[in-house]
């Protein structure tokens, strides 16, 4: 048996980030591992210089992932000009301005970029650790979902949950049992649902590789994992 968190997505606007080609921001279909990795580490407090505690946080990090309401993919387009002076400052999670620094604080003229966004879509994440006996195990981790060390937010700062991410905790005899059981969301369309797993292997059947880790020390996409995706009765 193990210890589970099941966890809810369900917002006006979800993204699930994958690559960024020029100012295109694209969602996957699914939370990336990287995603889970932030989300879990604002809850926590964590910081981004943080680069120990957030790499094997994500390398611990093991979920499934059942789609309960498609949704809608829409595009925002954005424009801003960051030299203006009243843009000097960002808002932050924390509540507090910062400037801007880097390359960011010196671009001049319209900036524009196309970012995709799930709308009116609920997920349900079954969401486990291993080893569980390190720190944080998951009781931590709902404990500070419950009462996160700053604001949540499911993919971008504009995406706030619009109930609470928490569902509960469970245990299972594996990811599988434990989201073919959470409970279905009450905007759910149908009973035949899109669900992702962790694959055996490269060689399971239905199989597919995906990159969605983060070097979060050089903020960079890395890795390789295999998930398999099917259509789940619930």
């Not at 991410?165 to 759910?188: K, N, Q, Y």
């Not at 239905?206 to 994992?225: C, E, F, K, S, Y």
Request: charged residues 25%; proline residues 6%.
């Amino acid at each position: 048996m193990i210890d589970v968190i099941i966890l809810r997505f369900d917002a006006p606007l979800i993204s699930f980030g994958g690559v960024v080609i020029d100012n295109n921001g694209v969602t996957r279909s699914f939370p990336a591992r990287s995603m889970l990795t932030g989300l879990l580490a604002n809850a926590l407090g964590y910081e981004h210089r943080d680069f120990a505690a957030l790499q094997s946080l994500q390398q611990r990090i093991q979920y499934a992932v059942r789609c309960d309401r498609t949704g809608e993919l829409v595009r925002d387009y954005q424009t801003v000009d960051l030299s203006q002076p009243f843009l000097a400052l960002g808002w932050t999670t924390r509540g507090a301005a910062q400037a801007r620094a880097g390359e960011v604080a010196t671009r001049t003229g319209t900036h524009i970029r196309l970012r995709d966004y799930l709308a009116d879509a609920v997920y349900t994440v079954a969401l486990t650790l291993e080893p569980p006996e390190a720190e944080p195990d998951t009781a931590k981790l709902a404990a500070a979902l419950q009462s996160p060390a700053r604001p949540l937010f499911i993919g971008r700062k504009p995406c706030l949950p619009a109930e609470p991410i928490l569902v509960g905790r469970a245990r299972a005899d594996s990811l599988r049992a434990a989201l073919l059981t959470a409970p279905l969301s009450s905007r759910a369309r149908c009973r035949k649902l899109r669900a992702w797993f962790p694959a055996e292997g490269p060689l399971s059947r239905g199989a597919t590789p995906v990159t969605d880790d983060r070097d979060w020390a050089n903020q960079i996409h890395v890795g390789r994992r295999f998930l398999t995706e099917e259509f789940i009765d619930v």
